[in-house]
DNA sequence: GTGAAAGCGCTAACAG
DNA sequence: CTGTTAGCGCTTTCAC
């Protein structure tokens, strides 16, 4: 930078005037300036400019998982990119910690609660009882959750609607008929899981439909899972699902494919999420689409602007999500009402 | 700690020193500084050490990815996951660049390739025709390639023996007695795919049975890409498949499913990856299993030593596989002869 | 509109 | 073994 400087006739004040933008500077100037800087092929040093700045445009996602979940769930890479595409559109760089022990917590804890190398904190919101997102409250590094935190005083937070989604596949497939509808939940201790549960009851209740435990039972969000969760659902004879996640829902059908079941004839499911993979299973699958892609990249914009704009109030952005409708849920049932 | 300098009586040096557990420290200034540490609830500023130290413990991650991939495939959350650790173990931090674009890889070359932001870089293996790696070697950063670059003249890099994997994969087929083994390969544009190509190729070759076009599809990784492989490979009846990942494996099972085959009675699959998935489809898949999280894992080890001991000479790790023999190949074919 | 000067919070010779 | 003294490369008042 001194050199350009020097290049160009000018102080280093003005080389970072014209750097960072700012008004006040001659048009010929800046014009000869940049031109140096061209011709130079110069690019700041980011570690002096964050030093100086105390402004490192760099975030940090934290993601505490275990280690299974984080690859098993096509969630999180897509979230990722989110998140990734913003930073980089914002000229920010994006910092990466997975938390999957209590020791990885105890290193990166420090590193990314003070002020020094992150400008701001994005976190998935974990599971119930993790005290992650508390400690992180406590420090003054700005801070997003993504999902809802189950202590939700004063954090931002941006999520899906959760409970309206489910309310609304559940629905569905009580109006086309279906009496005896299960459900395979996610992890039981994770909001996400919870909040779906809730739309399941919620569009029983509201039919008066019975909330039937053995109708109930619990995957991890994993193919595997689903498959297994499906095997035990199966001496309940339920006549449809929804599964919460779409790799379950897969895994499901499989297990309902080799008891003999006929989709959606004898049985029909309903998905989460509408991954690629829903529109060209056997048959392709029913499933709610959420916008994953959507909720990491404003979750970047919301954390951007609390940077800038001071972390109160807190902000809450909900996203919608569209029911995507397949044939594994089948149009009216076949004993069924018209609608 | 200009505070706990003085709160401990010492100098800022000796901070420094015990905080980077320089020798030369007498233990009772140690043990006060490092008290006085805890009860203040100190932590260095990451990036003034950064600039004064000229080294950030910063290491970059490039995925130069199309975005589907990146999610389709369950091989970059695990490889991010052993990097992510690794960098833990050692104290480092994890950036992460996706590029998906020509305007992203401008925007982040110049933040990665200088010094400043980055002591190293990880980068996957690109495409044929990407010159990313080729700039990277341009400038200065210590790099370390995941996967086997095309042009690898003074790159060190690390990669699994997909070669020998898929040589082995396909000649456990031929033992078992199959004769037309088809393969789905991945997108010809990589060198995984070209590798694990050349195997299956290898293999027929070493017992003369003919390396015939119409049983050569190729795929894109996903399952779906699978499913319509298998379909395109229905006509030249193959008696057994060796697919270049899991996820397409299941969807070549699938449409052989739906074709009517029996597996492995018809048809024989091998797969590869080993994902959790292919030990509960169905049937479960006999694949070749890669160190995935170990590729990640070493290859900061890697990054790290030549970040400390300069770049040269460039180093080469190749990591074994294991063929993990489930039902989908079968045993002796049906037709066979005995081993 | 531009330059001079004073740091940002730490590390690293260099003395002692 | 410890303190003093310069910086690291940039931003940012504050004068002019």
Excluded at 37 to 52: D, H, K, V
């Amino acid at each position: 930078m001194e050199d350009i400087a020097r290049q160009a006739g000018v102080s280093r004040s003005t080389v970072s005037r014209v750097i960072n933008n700012h008004p006040h500077v001659s048009d010929d100037v800046r014009k000869r300036v940049l031109e140096t800087i061209q011709s130079t092929s110069f690019y700041p040093n980011l570690t002096a400019r964050a030093l100086a700045s105390q402004r490192s445009s760099m975030l940090g996602l934290l993601l505490p998982r275990n280690v299974s979940s984080f690859f098993a769930d096509p969630f999180f890479p897509r979230l990722t990119q989110g998140i990734a595409q913003a930073c980089n559109q914002f000229n920010n760089t994006l910092g990466l910690f997975l938390i999957t022990s209590a020791e990885d917590e105890e290193k990166i804890f420090p590193r990314v609660s003070r002020k020094g190398m992150l400008d701001g904190i994005l976190v998935q919101s974990g599971q119930y009882g993790d005290q992650l997102i508390e400690r992180l409250m406590g420090s003054e590094m700005p801070l997003v959750v993504i999902g809802r935190p189950f202590y939700k005083e004063d954090v931002s937070y941006i999520d899906v609607d959760n409970v309206n989604a489910a309310y609304t596949a559940v629905s569905h497939l009580i109006r086309l008929g279906r009496r005896r509808i299960a459900t395979i939940a996610g992890a039981a201790n994770s909001s996400v899981s919870i909040d779906r549960l809730e739309g399941y009851r919620l569009a029983l209740n509201e039919k008066s439909l019975p909330v039937d435990p053995s109708l109930m039972v619990e995957g991890d969000f994993t193919e595997v899972s689903g498959y297994y969760a499906m095997r035990n659902l199966m001496p309940a004879k339920p006549d449809a699902v929804f599964v919460a996640a779409d790799l379950m829902a897969i895994g499901a059908m499989r297990a309902a494919h080799e008891a003999g079941l006929s989709i959606p004839d004898d049985i029909a499911f309903i998905g989460f999420d509408d991954l690629p993979l829903a529109a060209y299973s056997t048959p392709p699958l029913t499933t709610v689409r959420q916008p994953i892609y959507q909720l990491g990249f404003n979750a970047v914009e919301i954390l951007l602007e609390q940077i800038k704009n001071g972390i109160l109030p807190a902000r809450r952005v909900i996203l919608n999500t569209e029911l995507i409708i397949r044939s594994s849920c089948g149009t009216t049932h076949r004993k069924g009402l018209n609608i």
